[in-house]
């Protein structure tokens, strides 16, 4: 595996899209149109350091498989209402895109969570340590619950990939942006 060509995933609602695609940036500091964190999640993320000066806030998540566990959580109803916001629990799975890049397209300050990085026993990886993070985590059971963090923001022009839940979101999607856009529904059904 070659840790910097590890793809990584984006979720946001469809709606956010369109602010993503008028900055021309995925932008840690952007008011989503739609946010699906609840209040409480957005002050862990806030509250949590990542490295001195820089909290967990000031960076755009991305999750090492489609199938992370949040990303799950969501999909099976964002039923948790300390972690997810009522416009999340209102949510259907068609919804939401998820925005595929590499862990190399996030730049140099990238960041490898071995967990959910607002939490409190979640390390940090940074620079040189990302590789033997990634291949950690590739051979354990917290590669679904992991995060890499983009800091500060990710210009569109990074994203290598749009995956929609079918094809009536790829036709609007595609109204948007010229960027590929694949109907994957496999990546918007809720897992046992």
């Known amino acids: 595996m070659d840790p910097a060509q590890q793809r990584v995933y984006h979720?946001?609602?469809i709606r956010n899209l369109e602010l993503v695609l008028e900055s021309g940036l995925l932008s840690a500091s952007a008011t989503p149109t739609v946010d699906v964190s609840s209040p409480l999640t957005r002050e862990l993320r806030y509250t949590a350091e990542v490295v001195p000066t820089r909290s967990v806030a000031?960076?755009?998540p991305f999750y090492l498989t489609?199938?992370?566990t949040l990303w799950t959580d969501l999909l099976s109803g964002a039923h948790d209402e300390t972690r997810w916001s009522a416009a999340a629990r209102a949510a259907a799975?068609?919804?939401?895109?998820?925005?595929?890049?590499?862990?190399?397209?996030?730049?140099?300050?990238?960041v490898?969570?071995?967990g959910d990085a607002a939490a409190s026993l979640t390390r940090f990886a940074t620079g040189?340590?990302?590789?033997?993070?990634?291949?950690?985590l590739h051979d354990s059971d917290r590669w679904e619950g992991a995060e890499v963090l983009a800091f500060d923001s990710v210009?569109?022009?990074?994203?290598?990939?749009?995956?929609?839940?079918?094809d009536r979101v790829r036709d609007r999607v595609?109204?948007?942006?010229?960027?590929?856009?694949a109907v994957y529904p496999p990546w918007f059904l809720p897992t046992e």
């Open 58 to 60: 000031n960076h755009v």
């Open 11 to 13: 979720v946001t609602h």
């Open 174 to 181: 595609r109204a948007l942006t010229g960027t590929k856009v």
């Open 66 to 68: 489609p199938t992370a």
């Open 93 to 110: 799975s068609v919804d939401f895109v998820v925005l595929v890049t590499t862990v190399a397209a996030l730049g140099p300050d990238a």
């Open 155 to 166: 210009p569109f022009d990074a994203i290598q990939l749009i995956g929609v839940a079918n």
């Open 112 to 114: 490898v969570a071995d």
């Open 128 to 136: 040189d340590e990302i590789a033997r993070a990634l291949t950690r």
